[in-house]
Antibody
Framework: QVQLQESGPGLVKPSETLSLTCTVS???????????WDWIRQPPGKGLEWIGS???????YYNPSLKSRVTISVDTSKRHFSLKLTSVTAADTAVYYC???????????WGQGTLVTVSS | SSELTQDPAVSVALGQTVRITCQGD??????ANWYQQKPGQAPVLVIY???TRPSGIPDRFSGSRSGNTASLTITGARAEDEADYYC????????????FGGGTKLTVL
């Protein structure tokens, strides 16, 4: 049973880069060739926002509203994929989730989420 | 890009049936998927595709679609169903992007 776990700093200063890693256990990214691997975030008290997606081949897809600041990468041998978000502001404060995504677009499973606060 | 619209809040009496809707152009091409999120927890997939429940999801949850509107129906709502519910689908532009609805807060009275 595949499980995902986010990790990374819980506090980032304004204008700096947010970096998170999602570790996949119980399976591997490269053997799951039908799936996409995505990042989603949820500001406190608000709804879900899709950040972007990566296929095991390295092909990426980003939310147009974040595209200029987002990079998602994958390390299939190390069974993780990563998120970098540059030039963060307080508006980027959120719980960040990673998830596995079927080609048809459903997200399952999700990681437990990690809160990232942008503050000086 | 596409947008999905949900009612912000819906309430249902204990044991009654409730329908949560999700509206958007992408739903003419793609089925909506539905997630339940309880406070402090990650979302959980409850319905995907035409009307499929993942293992462990009670059969009181069901999904449907008509035109550009998808619905999640809970038949015989229980207290533990009180949660936020989100829909999502692929973007209809065919670029593998994803869109989420704004979420519906379900209160079980």
């Amino acid at each position: 049973q595949v499980q995902l776990q986010e990790s990374g700093p819980g506090l980032v200063k304004p204008s700096e880069t947010l970096s998170l890693t999602c570790t996949v256990s119980g399976g591997s990214i490269s053997s799951s060739s039908n799936y996409y691997w995505d990042w989603i975030r949820q500001p406190p008290g608000k709804g879900l926002e899709w950040i972007g997606s990566i296929f095991y081949t390295g092909s990426t897809y980003y939310n147009p509203s974040l595209k200029s600041r987002v990079t998602i990468s994958v390390d299939t041998s190390k069974r993780h994929f990563s998120l970098k978000l540059t030039s963060v502001t307080a508006a980027d404060t959120a719980v960040y989730y990673c998830a596995r995504v079927e080609p048809s677009g459903w997200f399952d499973p999700w990681g437990q989420g990690t809160l990232v606060t942008v503050s000086s | 890009s596409s947008e999905l619209t949900q009612d912000p809040a819906v309430s249902v009496a204990l044991g009654q049936t409730v329908r949560i809707t999700c509206q958007g152009d992408s739903l003419r091409s793609y089925y909506a998927n539905w997630y339940q999120q309880k406070p402090g927890q990650a979302p959980v997939l409850v319905i995907y595709g035409k009307d499929t429940r993942p293992s462990g999801i009670p059969d009181r949850f069901s999904g449907s679609r008509s035109g550009n509107t998808a619905s999640l129906t809970i038949t015989g709502a229980r207290a533990e169903d009180e949660a936020d519910y989100y829909c999502n689908s692929r973007d209809s532009s065919g670029n593998f992007h994803v869109v989420f609805g704004g979420g519906t807060k379900l209160t079980v009275l």
